[in-house]
């Protein structure tokens, strides 16, 4: 076993890890201060003080100790983690960071009460529960409790919410704890994606309970109908379900919309009616908004001088539109659908004329949309126009294909090839995994260039870091 290392995190939370980057969490952590997934940023903006919440499977203690900060002594926490060396070294996180608001359980949940077989893996996200003789790896013998026991052990009433993260153990645990969600109406997250394969039958497990199923919208903050006849984003890990009680509330918080005003359904994606009931719409074109930004101060003359010759408003629209999004005044089904357009429309730009900037207009929006496949198809794209055709054209007003560069200046219009080429790199390579710990010496090149650019970001300098130790190419 490697020794121990205690790591703080974004959110002030100090949590203790095995020091190896050969594991998934202590690499993460160390990469980007955080865990990779959307939804713990979401959290942070959902859970408030006060709140009862439950992990289950809670491994290290990434979103328990998150949780356990949001709701504050007067809340509670209750973690559920069978893994002996797993669950020592999250009681140390617990007792580091003061949280005698959180119950660590060392319990594995199910449908049934007793014992059950632990694997025991190097990652231990990886752990799971393991039924027959024909099991031959390292494993332990863990107490296995139910949603219900549970419930009646711990007095719970008013649950808010809860995360699920039982690695295939899902449908044995609403099994097992039919009562509990009979009668409580938590908000629920839980794992959709286990390796390449989407759990749909779980969407329609929660739905036969009365628990509609929702996705996040990241760049809004906001959940929205899950439909699980359309096909999934390949990068989408988690869900979201709640009744319709849990729905209204959350709905009148603006976290959630049960169903957007759906603008792109308009003919050619009309967004009249949008800006005839908001503000003008000068508060919202790029003259007003791009053109602030240090690198469009550096291109604004060029583009007033493109866009007056430009037979085309499809390209000012899907700005407005972007921009219009991110207006927190206004209402959030309101600033979905605007986002919803804007996407709509780029894609549809990008696929029949991507000239231009189009592809890093599309790339920004399509991650904020939660369409990550399709934002890394356009970086992929726009990196093969810039390195291999030799080819930057900024002319046409767009967006940063990611927010740190909304506020990194090119200097001048000499160097903004050398500005866009790292703004795209930069989002490959924070998009295309989830981490450099999955894509490995293969990220080596391209955060080589990003670094030898000079414009990469503190996490671009980290993962650099971090892969040459990891693979021995310490500079």
Not at 82 to 90: Q, R, Y
Not at 268 to 279: A, L, M, T, Y
Request: aromatic share 10%; hydrophobic share 40%.
């Amino acid at each position: 076993m490697p020794p121990n290392i205690t790591l703080k995190l974004v959110d002030g939370v100090h949590i203790v890890v095995p020091d190896s980057l050969d594991l998934i969490t202590t690499y993460v952590l160390r990469e980007q201060g955080d865990w990779f997934e959307d939804e713990i940023k979401f959290l942070r903006h959902l859970i408030q003080p006060g709140q009862r919440v439950i992990d289950i499977g809670a491994n290290y203690g990434v979103y328990t100790l998150a949780m356990a900060k949001l709701v504050g002594p007067t809340g509670s926490v209750w973690a559920f983690e069978p893994a002996s060396n797993t669950a020592d070294l999250l009681a140390t996180s617990i007792a580091t960071n003061n949280f005698s608001h959180v119950m660590l359980v060392r319990s594995a949940l199910s449908n049934t009460t007793g014992t059950a077989q632990l694997s025991l893996n190097e990652n231990s996200e990886l752990n799971e529960l393991v039924r027959g003789e024909q099991f031959m790896g390292a494993s332990e013998t863990v107490p296995l409790v139910t949603l219900d026991a549970s419930m009646d052990s711990y007095g719970w009433k008013g649950i808010d919410f809860m995360k699920i993260d039982a690695e295939g153990e899902e449908t044995n645990i609403l099994r097992g704890g039919r009562n509990f969600l009979t009668s409580e109406s938590p908000l629920i997250q839980y794992e959709i994606k286990a390796g390449d394969e989407f759990h749909l039958d779980l969407v329609r497990q929660f739905s036969a309970l009365g628990y509609q199923s929702y996705r996040l919208v990241p760049g809004l903050n906001l959940l929205i109908p899950f439909d699980d006849e359309v096909a999934a984003d390949g990068y989408l890990l988690n869900l979201f379900c709640c009744k319709p009680d849990r729905a209204a509330h959350l709905a009148t918080q603006g976290f959630l919309v049960k169903a957007a005003a759906n603008i792109s359904s308009l003919n050619k994606f009309d967004v009249s009616h949008i800006s005839n009931k908001s503000v003008g719409y000068d508060k919202y074109g790029w003259q007003e908004t791009l053109v602030k930004l240090p690198y469009g101060k550096v291109l604004s003359e060029t583009w007033v001088k493109m866009m007056a010759n430009s037979q085309s408003n499809e390209v000012e629209e899907s700005l407005f539109l972007y921009s219009l999004s991110r207006d927190t005044s206004l209402p959030i089904a309101e600033r979905f659908a605007a986002l919803e357009a804007s996407y709509l429309k780029l894609k549809h730009l990008c696929e029949t004329q991507p000239v231009y900037l189009r592809l890093s207009s599309l790339a920004r929006v399509a991650r904020d949309y939660g369409a990550r496949s399709v934002a890394v198809n356009a970086l992929g794209q726009l990196c093969n126009t810039i390195f291999q055709q030799r080819q930057v054209n900024p002319v046409e007003p767009f967006l940063a294909p990611g927010e740190r560069f909304d506020s990194v200046s090119p200097h001048n219009q000499n160097s903004i090839g050398n500005w866009i080429a790292a703004a795209a790199l930069e989002e490959l390579e924070r998009n295309q995994t989830f981490s450099s710990y999955y894509s490995g010496m293969s990220s080596m090149q391209r955060l080589e260039l990003i670094h030898n650019i000079g414009l990469g970001g503190d996490e671009m300098q980290r993962r650099l870091i971090l892969t040459r130790q990891r693979f021995g190419a310490v500079k």
